[in-house]
């Protein structure tokens, strides 16, 4: 479904990206692990065409999407709940979902995708008014995710879906995610949580300064001594 | 008696004057919000929309209304050109080199007016007959009351656009997070455009209502009212769309009360020192409490 190929991303003169190649097959959850700095964001924001790479490719459903503005990437079906969530602190909820529906023409779906929104949310459901900046960080990230699934995506992409929140939140969270999944969405999930990434994922890639050191299904991740060693905590 | 009536008067007359203010700095203020600049051509574009005014209304013959619309139409497209051809090719520029592009902007405006249209100052014509109402001792002439409707249904229009429209609400989202806003799948750039459409459109009614009230235009006549509108913009909290129009109305009143009550000469030192005293204590303006809210 969606293929990076050796891609090279700079920012001014700090290489960011150092030909990373990964692959995401429809139906996955697929999960981009790796420390502070790694370029996790930095991948997944070339993707969604908020940064254009200096060479190598992206491909999505076999089109080639390299250097393809942001906001068209959102119309060819690749969302994505960036880092820090990112909600518009100003706006209310449903103004917010209201937003990730921005290209969608087709009201009667919109309204449809926004009540399975809050099916899948209820707290959202309770605070439909409310500024989303007046949410509490759990919250947030429900937002970011429900407004991310507003414009009905194939592949959706999460930043750290779990950074700050409780572990019970976290819990949650991923639960969601493995639901949104079984659902028909493709997941490629950036995490800093390997444990939790990694119980839920087919497939894993880590990432070290820029590059793609290892590879594997998650379940041979989570046993590799290496993996366990520096992100399992033992 | 004759201080409340003298007071009522100015006051009056202050809101109108200040509604024009009001109505350039909604553009500073939306231009701001969205891409951090102070487009110091702004006031330029005031002017433009009451030359456009002027054309219309003696060399086309058009009425009001029309001569209006008509004004804004152009200084719309005019503000789209210059943003395109000036400022976007240097939106990943250092601040300081779009703001000295933003300086020259308005000098080529206001030369460039002057050889298409000599500086010689033009008089507007009387758009409609000039009407005076004395009521209980207070004069308001129909001027007055065009310059409020006028700027009363625009700002009403605006702020419908701004939180009832889906444009209006992209605008926020840019505003707020310009890349969070990409990921929607908002074109930034046409939102940008057509902030600066919507700018250019106002301040050039502005432009049309001040030819109509004070009779008397010339290519200069941007840089005073751009500067105290940007004042104006500045007082409300600059990026806050009804700071703009708060900042614009206390400005004019301020400034009417000072002619009125002490002497004209001292209007526009007012004007600024007030500004210095506001920023003083509120730096962020009057409703720039919560700096990330920006519009
Ligand atoms: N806007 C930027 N300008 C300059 N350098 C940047 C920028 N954004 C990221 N970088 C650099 O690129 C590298 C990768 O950053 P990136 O944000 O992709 O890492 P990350 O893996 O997401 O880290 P984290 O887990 O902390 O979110 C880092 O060295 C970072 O300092
Ligand atoms: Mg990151």
């Known amino acids: ?234 | 008696m004759e201080f409340t009536h003298q007071l009522i008067q100015q006051l009056i007359n202050g809101v109108s004057l200040g509604s024009i203010y009001a109505l350039i700095a909604l553009g500073y203020t939306m231009v701001y919000g969205i891409i951090r600049l102070i487009n110091f051509a702004h006031g330029d574009i005031y002017m433009l929309g009451a030359y456009v005014g002027f054309f219309a209304t003696t060399t086309f013959k058009m009425p009001f209304l029309p001569a209006l619309i008509m004004a804004m139409a152009v200084a719309a497209v005019v503000g789209i050109v210059i943003e395109r051809a000036a400022y976007r090719p240097l939106r990943q520029a250092p601040k300081i080199a779009v703001l000295i592009t933003a300086i020259g902007v308005s000098l080529l405006l206001e030369y460039g007016g002057m050889i298409l249209v000599t500086p010689q100052p033009r008089t507007f014509p009387a758009v409609f007959p000039a009407h005076t109402y004395n009521i209980g001792g207070i004069i308001v002439n129909n001027q007055q009351i065009v310059i409020l409707a006028v700027s009363i249904a625009l700002m009403v229009l605006l702020t419908y656009i701004v939180h009832r429209t889906k444009t209006g609400k992209a605008m926020r989202a840019v505003s707020f997070d310009t890349d969070a806003a990409r990921l929607m799948g908002i074109d930034v750039d046409r939102i940008i455009s057509i902030t600066f459409a919507i700018g250019s459109g106002l301040a050039a009614a502005a432009g049309v209502l001040v030819g109509i009230y004070y009779n008397s235009i010339d290519p200069l006549m941007g840089i005073m009212p751009g500067l105290k509108a940007f004042v104006a913009a500045v007082l409300g909290g600059i990026g806050i769309i009804p700071g703009a129009m708060l900042g614009g109305i206390i400005l004019g009143v301020i400034e009417a009360l000072v002619s009125g009550f002490i002497s004209s000469t001292f209007r526009d030192a007012a004007a600024f020192a007030i500004l210095i005293v506001i920023l003083l204590f509120r730096p962020s303006g009057l409703l720039g409490k919560n700096v990330r809210e920006k519009v």
């Open chain 1, 1 to 234: 479904m969606l293929k990076v190929d050796s891609i090279n991303v700079y920012y001014g003169g700090i290489h960011a990206l150092k030909g990373v190649s990964l692959e995401v097959r429809e139906g996955e959850i697929v999960t981009l692990i790796g420390a502070n700095g790694a370029g996790k964001s930095t991948t997944l924001r070339t993707i969604s065409g908020l940064i254009k790479p200096k060479n190598g490719q992206i491909e999505f459903e076999g089109k080639n999407i390299t250097g393809v503005p942001a906001h068209h990437i959102v119309s060819l079906g690749i969302s994505q709940v960036p880092e820090g969530r990112r909600v518009f602190a100003n706006m209310s909820v449903l103004e917010n979902l209201e937003l990730g529906a921005y290209l969608r023409q087709d009201a009667k779906g919109v309204e449809a995708d926004m009540a399975q929104v809050f099916e899948r949310f209820p707290r959202l459901a309770e605070r439909k008014s409310q500024l989303a900046g007046t949410l509490s960080g759990g919250e947030q990230q429900m937002l970011a995710m429900g407004r991310a699934l507003m414009s009905r995506p194939r592949l959706l992409l999460l930043d750290e879906p779990s950074m700050g929140l409780a572990p019970l939140l976290v819990k949650e969270i991923f639960a969601i995610i493995k639901d949104i999944n079984a659902g028909g969405t493709t997941i490629l999930l950036v995490e800093q949580n390997a444990n939790m990434a990694l119980s839920i994922a087919d497939t894993a890639y880590v990432l070290e300064t820029g590059r793609i050191t290892l590879s594997g299904t998650a379940k041979e991740l989570s046993q590799s001594e290496a993996i366990r060693k520096a992100y399992l905590g033992g």
